[in-house]
């Protein structure tokens, strides 16, 4: 009897203990939010100026990689001048591929996965990085529970989208059409971060413009929807 008390006792201390850690997450992540959007009453959303920027996912070879991807390419597209754009994962294992299917989706407007090779997340990377953004609260609470001193740089990418869904879902076992919607709203978040770059990012001078001739451009393929 003393030891099925005790079993019960442990269990009910295990159930309430996970509770008070999610109650804990939604009012953590509620404040975020709220952050969020007295940020976007602002001018300039954010307060320093922007170098580099980072987008971490889960395994780095969906979400995160086809952020960085379309990125670059929709800066190349506005003549402006690119922060350096990186991205990782906490996957443990380096050097994974992109699956194919998700490979075929992002193709479809332009932008090649095919060469991508996963990266995990490290400590300089972050340091490097004036904004990170991460897709779900797994990622966010992975960030900040392994990098702390991070947190006050890091961002819900999904806010930044016109229908202010914060997460964005990880596609790696969505059918198509499930994927395609994962991807479409990393592609409006993106949209709409880049409105909120605009403020620190520079044109491209015309040697610049000259040296990224030689550099395949996605303009002719790039378009807003898949």
């Not at 079993?7 to 404040?31: N, V, Y």
């Not at 998700?102 to 090649?112: N, P, R, S, V």
């Amino acid at each position: 009897a003393v030891r099925a008390a005790t079993r019960l006792t442990k269990k009910i201390f295990k159930r309430a203990t996970s509770k008070m850690r999610e109650l804990q997450e939604e009012r953590t992540l509620a404040k975020v939010k709220s952050q969020h959007m007295l940020k976007c009453t602002r001018p300039n959303y954010f307060d320093d100026s922007l170098q580099q920027l980072m987008f971490v996912c889960y395994g780095n070879i969906c979400r995160s990689p086809f952020a960085e991807h379309y990125l670059q390419s929709k800066l190349r597209e506005l003549s402006l001048a690119e922060p350096t754009v990186t991205s990782a994962g906490f996957h443990s294992r380096t050097g994974r591929t992109t699956p194919a299917g998700i490979a075929m989706l992002a193709a479809e407007i332009g932008i090649d996965l095919t060469q991508h090779r996963s990266r995990v997340v490290t400590k300089d990377q972050l340091a490097a990085a004036d904004a990170i953004f991460v897709m779900d609260r797994r990622n966010y609470r992975e960030l900040v529970t392994q990098f702390p001193w991070a947190i006050d740089k890091t961002y819900f990418l999904g806010l930044f989208a016109e229908n202010d869904k914060m997460e964005i879902e990880d596609p790696y076992d969505m059918d198509k059409e499930r994927a395609r919607n994962c991807l479409q709203q990393v592609i409006e978040s993106l949209d709409g971060l880049l409105r909120r770059l605009l403020p620190y990012v520079q044109p491209v001078t015309e040697f610049d413009k000259r040296s990224q001739s030689s550099q395949p451009s996605l303009e002719a393929h790039t378009r807003t929807n898949i």
